[in-house]
């Protein structure tokens, strides 16, 4: 909040709006509504606690109670409170969609949270597609093996007995470079994902889902759960981007690291509010006193985390970015301030890739926007012995061609292409999609449309030319308020058939595969003993194992909403399937909508619709279907009293700039967003309802336009 409050003065020269006595059809969109910046946070809350006041007030019910398994129980029933209020609309997930590649299936680390499952530096791939029939063999070894250790010198085993040749190179693509090279200053993965090969954390998961020893060698846990002790590896070195030695790794960087995340505020550090002692105090500034933070180094090789309570789930927080090490003296060679003296002004470190200190398996030698991005492996890496990859390439795709990669992926310029409506064509056409394609696996990481329930922006804040509305000051004021209106967002939920969106990029016969109906996986965690809650006052009891989204879902049948997050008909329980478009369900909520908003003045009706303003990727063919879909289903469930606006985007920066690389609630540019999402950080529901705190506390409550 003290960074929002700083920017806000800043804001308000910037969004001068102001009234003007001219007919509703006369006034423009920028003299829609008058921004205040002594009132704005006034008005986040008053539109957070309208809309999310029933799950805030559950979620910190759950959040009071230890025993992990009635808290697990709770959370599901405050996260059923989040979904009845229908300002975000699960989408999917990533993956269930059909692909070919080189990358030996099941050899990157496995874990559904945290940054580690994206750690490309180790993988196996081979010179030539995998068939179908050795890709089901490995899942069938991997389903026996996995906990051995064993899985990955059985596959290889496996792939050179059938005549496969493994190599130490991958190539794959991407759209845009980060926007930092500091993985500390960011929690977006657009950012993350280019820099995590770069360091090794603590602890590292492996591909059988087994987490090991990385740049610690030991570990000790005090009896009452609340004093993590860690033993650093001796030997260890920081190199630069060209592999010249800088220091050792030493306790003291975790500590410089942990400080410098809290310094930054790049959305990491509310991850450790209330877990590490003395982080609240430090990032609010009551006390910016570093001794007095529970991340202490006792000597060169000995760590120390220091919890405020037992926190079941921090072992697995250490996979995620807020923890991982940086080079004190190099960051301060570079002009690094911490506490009271850090300013990003002038600051050098992470502004490239040649402006960070390496300990991991890679170095980035080159970074070209548009172009590529080439790693090396790292000469000096203490872990070399066991790394399979000598070098990793990122090759610019812009998505426009849809059939490039593909194309790519057969001449061998890239290993492995996921296959859209318009690639499927050719991979039967030339064989290779009977021989060698395959269905992806899905992830935990989850794709919402958000729905704006503050909008201040009506073109990119970073270029105010691109991505602009063409809503009047009448339209954009009507939008405004059908969307503080539970029953208007739940009609825009119920009215969208989302798997006929989905198929304009997978096709139909996997349009469902991805499709998720809650914000937490229904299967992320289960009981770990029988528990009994109350739902709706009613003493309410389940066994061992009972899914998350069970309890989810017998909360919204209690309340009477009708969502489907969880069936246990479904072969995949919780995703898989659309439980929430229904055209009927959709047309009640909008004539409710409709009597309540007419109350306030309001008509809506064919001849008087509201606008919604949906940016998209306008020059992508599938992501240009996938829009038009959206638009048919919403209007026709809804008979024209709702027109979908798409806003094109012509690139992917614009796109991205409409809302994904916004900080702010005010930033956001559209009345629904559908190109965000979350993925797990750890091991605990309260990964992803923590994003939807309040009081800028919540990282994703920005793209509700709240904070």
């Not at 190539?171 to 500390?184: G, I, K, Y």
């Not at 064989?431 to 989850?446: M, P, Q, S």
Request: charged residues 20%; contains cysteine.
């Amino acid at each position: 909040m003290k960074k929002l409050l700083t920017l806000l003065v800043a804001l308000a020269m910037v969004l001068s709006f102001t009234a003007c006595n001219k007919a509703p059809e006369e006034v423009t969109v920028d003299e829609f509504r008058t921004f205040d910046a002594e009132t704005y946070s006034t008005d986040c809350t008053t539109l957070y606690n309208a809309a999310l006041g029933d799950f805030y007030s559950a979620y910190q019910e759950a959040k009071k109670v230890e025993n992990v398994s009635e808290r697990y129980a709770l959370m599901a029933v405050s996260e059923a409170k989040l979904m009845e209020a229908s300002v975000l609309l699960p989408l999917y997930t990533s993956g269930g969609n059909y692909a070919v590649n080189r990358v030996v299936p099941w050899t990157a680390p496995s874990a559904l949270w945290g940054y580690d499952a994206d750690r490309v530096s180790n993988l196996l791939v081979c010179t030539e597609f995998i068939t179908k029939e050795d890709r089901e063999a490995l899942r069938t070894m991997y389903n026996e093996l996995k906990g051995t250790g064993t899985y990955r010198a059985k596959a290889t085993e496996y792939l050179t007995g059938k005549g496969y040749t493994l190599k130490d190179s991958y190539t794959t693509t991407f759209t845009e470079l980060p926007q930092t090279w500091d993985v500390l200053a960011t929690s977006r993965a657009a950012d993350a994902d280019y820099i995590i090969d770069t360091f090794d954390g603590l602890m590292e998961y492996d591909c059988e889902g087994v987490q090991q020893f990385k740049l610690a060698d030991s570990l000790e846990v005090s009896e009452d759960g609340k004093t993590y002790t860690f033993h650093i590896r001796e030997g260890v070195k920081w190199v630069d981007s060209q592999g010249r030695e800088i220091a050792d790794v030493t306790a003291d960087d975790f500590v410089a690291g942990f400080q410098h995340m809290m310094d930054t505020m790049g959305g990491l550090e509310y991850l450790v509010e209330g877990v590490i002692v003395g982080a609240s105090d430090y990032i609010y500034g009551t006390d910016k006193d570093m001794s007095k933070v529970g991340v202490k180094a006792l000597d060169a090789n000995t760590l120390v985390y220091e919890l405020e309570q037992p926190t079941s789930y921090f072992i697995t927080m250490i996979a995620y970015g807020n923890f991982a090490p940086m080079c004190r003296s190099f960051y301060e060679s570079l002009g690094g301030k911490f506490g009271t003296e850090y300013t990003s002004e002038g600051l050098r470190y992470g502004t490239s890739y040649e402006t960070i200190a390496y300990n991991g398996p890679m170095l980035i030698s080159s970074a070209t926007a548009e172009n590529s991005i080439v790693y090396v492996a790292n000469p000096t890496y203490w872990d070399a012995a066991n790394k399979s990859l000598k070098s990793v390439t990122y090759l610019f795709n812009d998505g426009t061609d849809q059939t490039k990669a593909y194309k790519d992926a057969v001449a061998g310029t890239i290993d492995g292409s996921g296959l859209n409506t318009e690639a499927m064509v050719l991979a039967k056409q030339d064989g290779n999609f009977d021989k060698y394609g395959f269905v992806t696996t899905t992830i935990a990481t989850t794709y919402v449309s958000f729905y704006n329930l503050n909008r201040y922006q009506f073109a990119n804040i970073n270029d105010t030319n691109t991505v602009k509305s063409s809503q009047t000051a009448n339209d954009a004021n009507r939008t405004y308020n059908a969307m503080q209106n539970v029953h208007f967002r739940r009609a825009l939920s119920f009215a969208y058939d989302r798997g006929a969106s989905r198929a304009q990029r997978v096709g139909e016969e996997l349009k469902n595969n991805a499709l998720r109906n809650s914000y937490t996986p229904y299967n992320f965690v289960s009981l770990l003993e029988e528990t009994t809650i109350k739902i709706n006052g009613k003493d309410t009891t389940y066994p061992a194992g009972t899914y998350y989204g069970k309890i989810m879902q017998d909360q919204l049948n209690a309340d009477g909403v009708p969502i489907t997050v969880y069936d246990e008909s479904q072969p995949n329980g919780g995703d898989g399937f659309d439980g929430w478009y229904n055209a009927d369900n959709a047309a009640k909520e909008m004539d409710q909508a409709v009597k309540e908003l007419a109350a306030k003045g309001f008509t809506i009706d064919a001849e008087h619709p509201i606008y919604v303003d949906i940016p998209y990727y306008s020059t992508n063919n599938q992501f240009a279907l996938a829009a038009n879909s959206y638009k048919q289903s919403v209007e026709a469930a809804l008979g024209g009293k709702v027109i979908m606006n798409l806003v094109p985007c012509e690139t992917a920066a614009e796109w991205y700039y409409a809302g994904y690389y916004t900080d702010y609630g005010y930033e956001a540019n559209y009345d629904i967003y559908d190109l965000s999402g979350w993925g797990p950080d750890y091991g605990d529901p309260s990964t992803y309802l923590d994003t939807m705190l309040p009081d800028g506390a919540g990282y994703m409550v920005k793209c509700l336009g709240l904070w």
